[in-house]
Nanobody, 125 residues
Framework: VQLQASGGGLVQAGGSLRLSCAASGFTLGVYGIGWFRQFPGKERESFACASTGGDGGTFYADSVRGRFTVSRDNADNTAYLQMNNVKPEDTAVYYC??????????????????WGQGTLVTVSS
């Protein structure tokens, strides 16, 4: 059981980047997904999450709402984070996480059982 995050790199302010979170060993499509980031010297924080089914929804922190979009491709067993109009303050290590089958996620750490390794996003001004 593994989550593999990728897609980080260096991007100019105002540009776009797409992060991927590939699952192996389980079906990601039935799990809620969370995206977290960790700024230098700070604790990891939640900024986006998406549940499955009709009981949940997709939540975004104010800091990313309207610029970042969570999606998933069940055929590829992969979740994505599309980052548009990035800003220097988005520079951080980004993590994806999977919750529990069919359980609504709201972004609390305790909701997530599987974590990908971080991928660094650096936004230059």
């Amino acid at each position: 059981v593994q989550l593999q995050a990728s897609g980080g790199g260096l991007v100019q302010a105002g540009g776009s980047l797409r992060l991927s979170c590939a699952a192996s060993g389980f079906t990601l499509g039935v799990y809620g997904i969370g995206w977290f980031r960790q700024f230098p010297g700070k604790e990891r924080e939640s900024f986006a999450c998406a549940s499955t089914g009709g009981d949940g929804g997709t939540f975004y922190a104010d800091s990313v709402r309207g610029r970042f979009t969570v999606s998933r491709d069940n055929a590829d067993n992969t979740a994505y984070l599309q980052m548009n109009n990035v800003k220097p303050e988005d520079t951080a290590v980004y993590y994806c996480a999977a919750g529990r089958p069919g359980v609504v996620v709201t972004g609390h750490f305790s909701e997530f059982d599987f974590w990908g390794q971080g991928t660094l996003v650096t936004v230059s001004s």
